[in-house]
């Protein structure tokens, strides 16, 4: 198994954790057929189709499937997209960004570092103090409330 280091909210440093490698069908039993689709076939979900874009109280964004800490409430913005987006990840060491030329585009996907889950792409047109777009899928990811940490 592999180490990577990850930054964890709860306890305000970072830890080393395992890896997570699972295969399609390990996926696909444990997710929904939309959370599987998007975060391991590297689907897109409609624009407004998930919840998870309508909230907007303290807490964290987590990978749907591993459940690494991604995302602040304090850093999301209304985007117009219909997509959760937000200004910058909980850390860097969190997430993985890659080179996606699908689709005819040269855009930076964005994967969550411990199980490869694929939550979207970051564009560089989002707001100060970043400039960053990270545009996520709502079923990628999971709300922890703040008081829950
Ligand atoms: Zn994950």
Redesign the pocket.
Known sequence: MTAVQIFNVKHNGVLSVEK?QKSDAEWKKMLTQKQYEI?TKKGTEAPGSCPVDEVHEPGIFQ??????D?FRSSTKFESGTGWPSFYEPVSPLNIVEQPDRTLGMVRTEVL??????HLGHVFTDGPQPTGKRYCMNGFALRFEPEGKL
Not at 63 to 68: D, E, N, P, Q
């Open positions: 997570i975060t990978c749907i499937r591993c459940g690494t991604l969550c570092v411990r199980c490869g889950s």
